[in-house]
């Protein structure tokens, strides 16, 4: 990678960006921006796949909407991007079962600017690689995960670090939600 990862501590970037947001004709997308999760008190976690139409992305992405009442139940909007732009994540989204209905946004970085403001461009191709954010409602990244491209990510990791950190306590390695905190 030759950009350096947005770390822990970092307020996340700004953004503007067109999302696939539905399959229904003439509501299939919308702008989401950087703004959206702060002015809602809301935590956002966004997780990045290389590219549509692959093989390990859509395990991922239909595994995360699996997932989607435990963030909405934390006050986390969870947003999946890529560098792909809206109009080929809507053919992937009609294309595939287990895209066809996705609760949360399917994001269009195609001018890869939000991919490269958090450094995780691969080299070569310039796709994304398969990161997570997790942000505060503040902006602020607080958690950031990142993995090589042929390895798909534990999503109910993703869950468990969310709930970890929004104890604002410190909790001990393999903690679970309802785990008693360290207590120091």
């Known amino acids: 990678m030759s950009a350096r990862i ?4 970092s307020v996340f ?5 067109t999302a696939v947001v539905s399959r229904d004709k003439g509501k299939e997308f919308a702008d989401i921006n950087s703004e959206d999760h702060k002015k809602a008190g809301k935590w956002m976690v ?4 290389p590219k549509d139409f692959t ?9 995360f909407n699996n997932h989607y009442e435990e963030f909405a139940d934390r006050d986390a909007e969870l947003i999946g991007a890529s560098t792909d732009s809206e109009f080929v994540h809507l053919a992937w989204r009609n294309n595939h079962e287990d895209l066809r209905d996705l609760r949360f946004p399917m994001l269009a970085d195609t001018s890869k600017s939000l991919a490269e403001q958090l450094g995780i461009l691969e080299d070569n ?12 409602p503040q902006g602020v990244i607080r958690w950031v995960s990142v993995y090589d491209l042929s390895v798909g990510r534990n999503v109910a990791e993703v869950v468990r670090t969310l709930d970890a950190l929004q104890t604002d306590e410190l909790c001990p390695c393999n903690w679970q939600k309802g785990e008693e905190t360290l207590n120091v």
Do not use: H, L, Q
């Open 125 to 136: 191709e310039r796709i994304a690689y398969r990161a997570t954010f997790i942000v505060d």
């Open 6 to 9: 947005a770390s822990i501590g």
């Open 46 to 49: 966004m997780f990045w796949w």
């Open 13 to 17: 970037p700004e953004f503007n960006k």
């Open 55 to 63: 093989f390990v992305c859509p395990t991922e992405i239909a595994e």
